[in-house]
């Protein structure tokens, strides 16, 4: 299983961490091994002084495939769910600053909470709303009008480059607001009015 992640996928996200807008889908993945299910709480890693919320819609791919046309790609998902990407955003600038590869600011382990899944057939793919919660208080509000690269083209895109497996997850960005957390914040996401995720950190 494979988790795929978009960066940069929301204009004012991308102005908010200093960055242009780009022209195809920058793409990083992230182990198994970053998942957290189950709302389990996270524990606070002892390797970050600056952890950071990234609150997306995660699509769930459905079946195998490779090089998947535009015609085709809303048959290869059929679920949709609430995921964070935690990133540890001190050791990520350093890494910037380098030319290093950012692995070890996105990918470690339960940098993924991931929440429950919906049919994505219960809503318009354009238009789906999703909001970040912490400690009780709005801090991202986002809808996927505002996508760089909607649900389709990244399932085209991604396919040119790795085949499909069911089972596998995309990231599809986080719109602005992104912040720091601390010990004994609760993270939440919603789709709409739905609660989909529930994390503390310890």
């Not at 952890?51 to 085709?72: C, D, M, S, T």
């Amino acid at each position: 299983m494979k988790i795929f992640c978009i960066g940069k996928n929301y204009a004012e996200h991308a102005a908010e961490m200093g960055g242009s807008v780009p022209d195809q889908p920058l793409i990083f993945m992230k182990p198994s091994t970053a998942l957290l299910l189950e709302n389990k709480a996270f524990y606070y890693p002892t390797f970050t002084k600056n952890l950071h919320y990234e609150g997306e819609i995660v699509l769930k791919i459905k079946k195998n495939g490779r090089h998947i046309q535009p015609e085709f790609a809303s048959d290869y998902y059929d679920y949709i769910g609430f995921g964070f990407d935690l990133t540890a955003r001190d050791l990520q600038d350093e890494c910037k600053k380098k030319g290093h590869p950012w692995e070890i600011a996105k990918a470690f382990d339960h940098s993924a909470p991931l929440g429950n899944f919906v049919s994505v057939h219960d809503y318009d793919i354009h238009n789906i709303s999703f909001t970040t919660h912490l400690n009780g208080v709005v801090v991202q509000e986002g809808n996927t009008a505002d996508l760089i690269f909607d649900f389709n083209y990244l399932v085209c895109y991604i396919s040119r480059y790795f085949q499909f497996q069911t089972g596998d997850l995309i990231f599809t960005g986080t719109p602005a607001g992104v912040g720091p957390l601390k010990i004994g914040d609760v993270l939440e996401g919603f789709i709409g009015d739905k609660k989909m995720l529930s994390c503390e950190i310890k």
